[in-house]
């Protein structure tokens, strides 16, 4: 499989504009470009000089006391909104990431294929937004390898591959793709997943993995929670914030662990070096003192934790 890399690129945005708006109610509704909503809470920032890594920010950003950060707000749980706020993982993150630094870390919300231009215009300071860490990003090259950026630098904070959703209490016992051979799986027509299914069945034989496609991931849960499937296939955190959400958590399980999981990063210009060293040190600070833990353990994806702050380990 090689789901890891291509999560939230163009391949995926068709599933991800599909999870966002099944996800979370009332979520953003995006034009095609530039940067459209603030989270509510910014405001006149204030630095705290008195914050452990204050010293190693640029001083742009101790004067500034705000560090100004590009999202495309419609993936729960790692970005969405709720109440006219930008929340989720990676806010929550941020939000340690800032206590460390003494600086305010403020999310404003555009579509995802505007983030990179964003940074090079500096229109933004950096990216959080479930952003594969891949060597095309590194080197400004679209997924088709055309040059269409100076290129990024990744601070590694988050693992995520794809995941398996089943049924409650999983009355099919599915563990892995391999469980999958001579059942039905449902999905989403046209995504990275139902390719992932379409390589399974290969794989299965004479021992048919039959695929039911859908228009919506909607669909295919409902299929699901049905029993009319055994499987739907997902990115590891929306498969368990649906998991702990659908029916107040009694439609659907997460089977198995995850596959080929990969680094999401915070991206920023190759020349803001001093700035990702500083959020690198701020990783590591959180990573140490439990306060990185605790957000994983709020949205319940312990699983993609990170042992320790990495630079451009994408691939």
């Known amino acids: 499989m090689t789901a890891s890399n291509t999560r939230r690129t163009t ?36 630095s705290d000089s008195s914050a452990p890594l204050f010293s190693k920010l640029p001083k742009k950003y101790q004067d500034a006391g705000v560090i100004k950060v590009g999202t495309d707000a419609a993936y729960a749980p790692m970005e969405f909104t709720e109440g006219g706020k930008i929340v989720g993982i990676d806010p929550d993150i941020a939000a340690a990431l800032g206590k460390q630094l003494g600086v305010k870390f403020e999310f404003t919300s555009g579509t995802f294929d505007g983030l990179l231009t964003s940074v090079y215009t500096g229109r933004q300071d950096i990216i959080m937004s ?7 990003r590194q080197d400004g090259l679209d997924d088709k390898g055309k040059k269409i950026g100076k290129g990024v630098d990744f601070v590694d904070y988050f693992n995520s591959g794809v995941s398996l959703l089943v049924k409650k209490g999983n009355p099919q016992k599915i563990q892995s793709l391999d469980d999958l051979c001579g059942k039905s ?24 993995l039959t695929i039911q496609a859908f228009d919506t991931d909607a669909e295919a849960q409902t299929r699901v929670k049905s029993g009319g499937a055994a499987a739907d296939l997902n990115d590891y955190p929306v498969a368990a ?12 399980e997460v089977a198995g662990g995850q596959t080929d999981a990969g680094p999401f990063g915070i991206a920023l210009g190759k020349e803001n070096t001093q700035l990702r060293d500083a959020i690198k040190e701020a990783l590591d600070a959180i990573i140490k003192d439990g306060s990185y833990t605790k957000v994983l353990e ?8 990170v042992t320790k702050a990495t630079i451009n380990a994408g691939s």
Do not use: H, N
Not at 27 to 40: I, M, N, P, R, V
Not at 130 to 136: E, I, L, P, R, Y
């Open 241 to 252: 914030y649906i998991a702990k959400t659908s029916g107040g958590g009694k439609d659907f």
């Open 185 to 208: 799986v449902a999905v989403q027509r046209g995504t990275i997943y139902e390719d992932t299914f379409k390589a399974q069945a290969t794989k299965c034989g004479d021992k048919k």
């Open 298 to 305: 709020k949205w319940d994806v312990t699983d993609s934790a």
């Open 130 to 136: 479930a952003m594969s860490d891949t060597k095309k």
């Open 11 to 46: 391949a995926a945005r068709s599933r991800i504009a599909a999870v966002g708006a099944i996800a979370v109610a009332g979520a953003l509704l995006l034009t095609a470009c530039g940067d459209q909503t603030k989270d509510s809470g910014s405001g006149a920032a204030k």
